[in-house]
């Protein structure tokens, strides 16, 4: 239908989203194409060369930079696990108990770490560690990341709980399953695809962290936000880009694998 | 908040009845203890004594809002007069999170508009391509923005070579870089909540609104912006809010004149300031700012349902 098509076309609306991809990504693949630059300065093109991977790895900032990024994965991973488990409780209230008491203000609860300014959390959280005599360290970033990855976690779990039906688990209750067995043996293996893109995304969410994390990280511990951030301030120097460049490349892998499960998920669901 | 969230009050399913509180005491105690009462510490923080070098005094004062509102001379014993300094880096912080979000719409609505409007194949592709940047790591973004837009960046390089400018265009350290940075860092809050209105929009409308002769724009106005308001509001407080209280981009793409509500509070506790009452307060002002916003946009949101 002709006609149809035409009502849904606005003159103009095309190259406005052209526009708008290149300013999304024109810094991104400008840096990338920069972090591959022989030359020491970093905006002249003296061809093209690995030497600013090959300074990541063992130049002079390498252990810092290491130590860094191991820091941020172990946190990263730790935190994302733990919040994932906690949005997947919460979910399964949320979703298949039926009403309770507070149930409204559970959710307000869940979707506080998204309404607080991330400066006031991170502030906040300095204030309480110091109140109640918390060392500041790993355990305290790994404690704050916990909390603002719950809701990340949570949106695409409980999506994905609400658009399964429980009848897969009535059944297996009317054939003498107890409702923990119903919730490990039925519910949870048709969540993987849910509860792994709710992972990626608190993953992420917490490897991106930097403001937070600054604040809660005490003397000497640097996840790599904080220890880019300590090295831009002083200028951008190529190694940088180089590092961008890897974290640019972490970054799209994940959100490709969370796509494909999400997409993978979705058949499934189909087909069900 | 997040826009298409699922409020938790449709499922109807009761499978685990009984159990909620068992199930739901995690999150309660994760965000309660480390969140919630985080935030009355703070608040409570605001009101104490500052100690030079950072952390407090627990003796009550209410020094800390008294520097923020009111001036009272060197010595602290004239009257008091309104101190701009503070409520003017506020101002600047709401007007550029506003120059941002509006910026944002402008772009994003379009953008929006024009996915939801492909089949459904092409559609999860330009979706796909829109989502990605929100997950580079945001310092990294930030980062590449002040890389590209720096007097002696790859972008002034460029326009000079190509003869289209012959001085830099002088874009960093301006109110317009920051601007730039905050549309950049949160554009994709934007399209998203209008992906999904538009997607829900019935065409049938539009075609009404053809047969009654009105033009594409006319349509656009009259009846599909008032359909996907929704959306669009909720865009625009997804944008707004952490551009208000952003930290990188004013402080890697702004200089001192662009000085805004993050790097105010940040100063306190982790430069030269260390007056971490008086940061507490800022950030406690910051939050009752953000609250009032929520909190009209959930009442009218309770009024249209």
């Known amino acids: 239908m002709p006609a149809k098509t035409d009502l849904r076309r606005f003159p103009g609306f095309l190259t406005v989203t052209i526009l708008c991809l290149i300013v999304l990504y024109a810094p991104l693949i400008v840096v990338a194409v920069y972090s591959f630059n022989a030359s020491t300065s970093i905006t002249r093109w003296g061809g093209t060369s690995l030497a600013w991977y090959v300074d990541v790895f063992t130049g002079p900032e390498a252990p810092k930079f290491q130590q860094a990024a191991i820091n941020s994965f172990v946190i990263a991973i730790t935190a994302s696990i733990i919040a994932t488990a906690i949005a997947t409780l919460a979910s399964v209230a949320m979703t298949r108990t039926g009403r309770f008491n507070g149930k409204t203000l559970s959710f307000a609860l869940i979707s506080l770490p998204l309404m607080v300014p991330e400066v006031v959390t991170a502030v906040a959280s300095l204030v309480f560690f110091t109140a109640i005599g918390f060392t500041t360290g790993l355990m305290t970033i790994l404690i704050a990341h916990i909390v603002f990855c719950i809701p990340f976690a949570y949106l695409p779990i409980s999506a994905r709980m609400?658009?399964?039906?429980?009848?897969?688990?009535?059944?297996?209750?009317d054939l003498y399953a107890t409702p923990r067995e119903a919730f490990k043996l039925v519910l949870l293996p048709l969540m993987t695809p849910g509860i792994l893109s709710g992972f990626l995304l608190a993953f992420i969410i917490s490897l991106d962290d930097f403001l937070i994390t600054n604040f809660v990280k005490g003397a000497g511990v640097e996840t790599l936000p904080t220890a880019i951030f300590g090295s831009v301030k002083q200028?951008?120097?190529?190694?940088?880009?180089?590092?961008?460049?890897?974290?640019?490349?972490?970054?799209v892998i994940f959100v490709s694998l969370s796509w494909l499960i999400g997409r993978a998920g979705q058949n499934k669901a189909k087909e069900n | 908040m997040a826009a298409g969230a699922p409020m938790g009050e449709g499922s109807a399913s009761n499978i685990y009845r009984g159990n909620s509180l068992k199930l739901m005491l995690p999150a309660w105690a994760m965000i309660g203890v480390f969140l919630l009462a985080p935030v009355a510490m703070m608040a409570i923080y605001s009101f104490l004594t500052k100690e030079f070098r950072g952390g407090v005094i627990w003796q009550f004062s209410t020094a800390a809002y008294d520097q923020f509102f009111f001036n009272r001379g060197l010595f602290g014993d004239e009257p008091p007069t309104i101190?701009?300094?503070?409520?003017?880096?506020?101002?600047?912080?709401?007007?550029?999170?506003?120059?941002?979000?509006?910026?944002?719409?402008?772009?994003?609505?379009?953008?929006?508009?024009?996915?939801?409007?492909?089949?459904?194949?092409?559609?999860?592709?330009?979706?796909?391509?829109?989502?990605?940047?929100?997950?580079?790591?945001?310092?990294?973004?930030?980062?590449?923005?002040?890389?590209?837009?720096?007097?002696?960046?790859?972008?002034?390089?460029?326009l000079l070579w190509s003869g289209t400018i012959s001085e830099p265009l002088g874009l960093i350290n301006t109110n317009f870089a920051v601007q730039l940075g905050l549309f950049y860092s949160y554009l994709p809050f934007m399209v998203l909540p209008i992906y999904a209105a538009v997607e829900r929009y019935d065409f049938a409308l539009s075609e009404a609104a053809a047969d009654l002769y009105a033009g594409v724009w006319t349509t656009l106005r009259l009846v599909i912006l008032p359909e996907v308001k929704p959306g669009i509001v909720a865009g625009c407080i997804l944008v707004f809010v952490p551009s208000l209280g952003a930290f990188l981009a004013p402080d890697l793409l702004g200089g001192a004149k662009t000085f805004m509500i993050g790097s105010l509070i940040e100063e306190q506790f982790k430069g030269a300031a260390g007056n971490w009452p008086f940061g507490a307060a800022a950030s406690t002002i910051l939050l009752t700012i953000v609250m009032a916003v929520l909190l009209v946009y959930a009442r009218n949101q309770n009024r249209g349902a």
């Open chain 1, 162 to 173: 609400q658009s399964i039906p429980d009848m897969y688990e009535q059944a297996a209750m």
């Open chain 1, 235 to 251: 200028g951008i120097k190529p190694n940088i880009m180089a590092i961008s460049t890897l974290m640019l490349g972490i970054s």
């Open chain 2, 83 to 158: 101190e701009w300094t503070y409520i003017g880096i506020f101002w600047r912080s709401i007007w550029q999170a506003g120059v941002a979000t509006i910026a944002c719409l402008l772009i994003g609505f379009p953008t929006a508009w024009f996915i939801a409007t492909r089949d459904a194949k092409t559609r999860s592709v330009w979706l796909f391509l829109v989502t990605v940047p929100y997950w580079v790591n945001l310092l990294i973004r930030t980062v590449s923005m002040k890389f590209l837009i720096r007097d002696t960046g790859p972008l002034n390089e460029f």
